[in-house]
């Protein structure tokens, strides 16, 4: 019997791991988390390796029927969300802790209220076809094997090993752990610090004056390959031609009709748009949470204060390991 | 690949994760093996925190892991080693003949390439089959060759209108380039005809058919070569 049956699929359900490195000049996207700090902190919290395979919930999660105990831990986006027991009471399941569930249990996830993606861990990681040796769903390219797609209901899911997680016995911890400041819907507008793309200066200065001061808000085409931003339109008095090259996520990319285009998780390895800015890693986490009608504001900074704010998340999630270590 | 060691590349961030080194005068006097070559050197360094090297056009990108390396020391060091490597001759690449079949079927665009071109669509065939591709970068899709060494008679532009399906295997052209689109994809580029060989397959190793540097030639086969109703199509 499988480990856990999918009642109800959610928005968009995806098995996502620390993602596909390796292989872009074959012309294969990096995938993995549009969260990747979030993807860490659950892996931790379950008592997973930071990369283990873990379900990236979006905007509205699933229902799912575990058949065994599991030690689960949810990060990310706060999803209301409930384990429904076998004995059919209901608690509900916090974000950012390590809870204990027993066999035959129901965990239901409702609306994300901050943040858009939720990250579900399970103790041993989920487990599943892998391809160019990860796990991570890549809906275009169909990636990994026949799975590369978002959960189904009806579906059914492996886990890793055989460990069983706790004494079947419902255990929350009485603490949680939260390392990221969600966007709430509607609520302030979101910074992203960007360091300057090759083709920034190419920029005319009214639109330089736009991409520094200006507000942009996510449309509705935003996926796991990018976010096309409306907002204010930037212009370049020669656009150059470009041949494709490598692009990363967070790369923002000016499209011809005036408008950036923010790449993400499922970017393809290269593209030919100008390049104005480049979102920095630490920012990439808070970038993967927000969802259509969001509002950004992109800031430049230099490349020592993208190393020390990297650095700071690093010792958040430092500080992570080293109080599990104590619990 | 051997070239002048004053031609150095510029060193360009790609934010705080990769790092590219962009050469400016590729078009002049750089040979077009040299960036394969060195995108296979900086490869096989294994450097730690380094996840991905893919090649350009006219750059190679190495993207890393900022929490294992750091972009500064990174670039300072490839360009050092880019001296001395680019002043070296070196070969790179391997020759792979693929099977394209031109047909009514496969190769919707064909008549009107060779009449933009003004030959027959068998003297067509017959230039590319002459043909000595080289893959430049493989992008826009897992296995996707970006292949220069298209004849200047052939340079036509993309389709106004891309087309939303294009079968698995077709070979196109566009602006100067060619390419062979590995999966079913929305295109722009004129199809000429198609190949049964499986550009990218996850299960193979390497599971793409090309690389950056390989070089590419054309064995045509199909009821449009040679005689048959070919003459009709004329």
């Known amino acids: 019997m499988s480990a856990v049956t999918v009642l109800r699929a959610g928005t968009l359900t995806t098995v996502q791991d620390g993602g596909?490195?390796?292989?872009?000049?074959?012309?294969?996207?990096?995938?993995?988390?549009?969260?990747?700090?979030?993807?860490?902190?659950?892996?931790?919290?379950?008592?997973?390796?930071?990369?283990?395979?873990?379900?990236?919930?979006?905007?509205?999660?699933?229902?799912?029927?575990?058949?065994?105990?599991?030690?689960?831990?949810?990060?990310?986006?706060?999803?209301?969300?409930?384990?429904?027991?076998?004995?059919?009471?209901?608690?509900?399941?916090?974000?950012?802790?390590?809870?204990?569930?027993?066999?035959?249990?129901?965990?239901?996830?409702?609306?994300?209220?901050?943040?858009?993606?939720?990250?579900?861990?399970?103790?041993?990681?989920?487990?599943?076809?892998?391809?160019?040796?990860?796990?991570?769903?890549?809906?275009?390219?169909?990636?990994?094997?026949?799975?590369?797609?978002?959960?189904?209901?009806?579906?059914?899911?492996?886990?890793?090993?055989?460990?069983?997680?706790?004494?079947?016995?419902?255990?929350?911890?009485?603490?949680?752990?939260?390392?990221?400041?969600?966007?709430?819907?509607?609520?302030?507008?979101?910074?992203?610090?960007?360091?300057?793309?090759?083709?920034?200066?190419?920029?005319?200065?009214?639109?330089?004056?736009?991409?520094?001061?200006?507000?942009?808000?996510?449309?509705?085409?935003?996926?796991?390959?990018?976010?096309?931003?409306?907002?204010?339109?930037?212009?370049?008095?020669?656009?150059?031609?470009?041949?494709?090259?490598?692009?990363?996520?967070?790369?923002?990319?000016?499209?011809?009709?005036?408008?950036?285009?923010?790449?993400?998780?499922?970017?393809?390895?290269?593209?030919?748009?100008?390049?104005?800015?480049?979102?920095?890693?630490?920012?990439?986490?808070?970038?993967?949470?927000?969802?259509?009608?969001?509002?950004?504001?992109?800031?430049?900074?230099?490349?020592?204060?993208?190393?020390?704010?990297?650095a700071e998340q690093e010792r958040a999630i430092a500080g992570v390991r080293a109080m599990l270590a104590c619990v | 690949m051997k070239i002048d060691e004053q031609i150095l590349p510029t060193v360009v961030m790609l934010g705080d994760a990769a790092v590219m080194l962009r050469w400016e005068c590729v078009d002049e006097d750089f040979p077009e093996a040299t960036i394969p070559a060195i995108r296979q050197l900086i490869s096989e360094l294994r450097l730690r925190g380094v996840r991905d090297v893919i090649p350009g056009f006219e750059s190679v990108t190495v993207c890393f892991n900022p929490r294992q390396c750091r972009a500064v020391e990174l670039a300072e060091f490839l360009t050092q080693q880019v001296r001395v490597w680019q002043t070296v001759e070196r070969t790179c690449g391997r020759e792979v003949r693929i099977s394209v079949r031109f047909s009514c079927e496969d190769s919707p665009d064909l008549m009107e390439v060779a009449s933009f071109a003004g030959m027959s669509v068998q003297d067509c065939i017959r230039v590319l089959a002459g043909c000595s591709f080289r893959v430049r970068m493989i992008g826009f899709a897992p296995g996707f060759p970006y292949l220069s060494g298209l004849p200047e008679c052939l340079r036509i532009p993309r389709l106004a209108t891309p087309r939303r399906s294009v079968p698995a295997g077709s070979f196109a052209i566009a602006a100067g380039q060619a390419g062979i689109y590995p999966q079913s994809s929305p295109g722009g580029w004129r199809l000429l005809g198609r190949t049964e060989q499986v550009l990218f397959d996850p299960c193979r190793e390497p599971p793409s058919l090309l690389q950056a540097g390989d070089v590419v030639r054309i064995d045509p086969c199909g009821p449009l070569v040679g005689g048959g109703i070919a003459g009709a199509v004329r």
């Open chain 1, 20 to 310: 596909r490195p390796g292989y872009g000049h074959l012309g294969v996207s990096v995938s993995g988390p549009m969260d990747p700090l979030s993807l860490r902190l659950a892996n931790l919290l379950a008592g997973n390796c930071e990369d283990s395979a873990v379900l990236e919930l979006t905007l509205v999660g699933p229902a799912l029927l575990w058949h065994r105990s599991v030690r689960l831990a949810v990060a990310g986006a706060t999803m209301s969300a409930c384990i429904r027991l076998p004995d059919g009471s209901e608690v509900e399941l916090p974000c950012g802790c390590p809870v204990e569930v027993p066999a035959g249990s129901v965990t239901d996830f409702g609306e994300a209220q901050r943040g858009c993606r939720g990250y579900l861990a399970v103790r041993g990681g989920f487990g599943g076809a892998m391809t160019l040796g990860s796990r991570s769903a890549q809906l275009r390219s169909g990636f990994p094997g026949n799975c590369g797609r978002r959960l189904e209901r009806g579906d059914e899911l492996e886990l890793c090993g055989d460990s069983e997680g706790g004494n079947g016995e419902l255990v929350v911890a009485g603490w949680f752990v939260r390392l990221l400041d969600l966007p709430v819907r509607g609520g302030e507008t979101q910074v992203l610090r960007c360091l300057p793309g090759l083709h920034l200066t190419q920029l005319d200065s009214p639109s330089m004056d736009r991409l520094a001061n200006g507000v942009f808000e996510l449309s509705t085409d935003c996926d796991r390959m990018g976010y096309r931003l409306t907002g204010p339109v930037l212009s370049m008095p020669t656009v150059p031609q470009l041949r494709s090259e490598a692009v990363v996520p967070g790369t923002l990319q000016l499209s011809p009709d005036g408008r950036l285009l923010m790449l993400m998780a499922d970017c393809a390895p290269t593209g030919g748009y100008p390049r104005v800015g480049h979102v920095i890693s630490a920012d990439l986490p808070g970038a993967g949470q927000l969802r259509p009608g969001d509002r950004v504001r992109f800031r430049m900074v230099s490349v020592e204060q993208a190393d020390r704010a990297l």
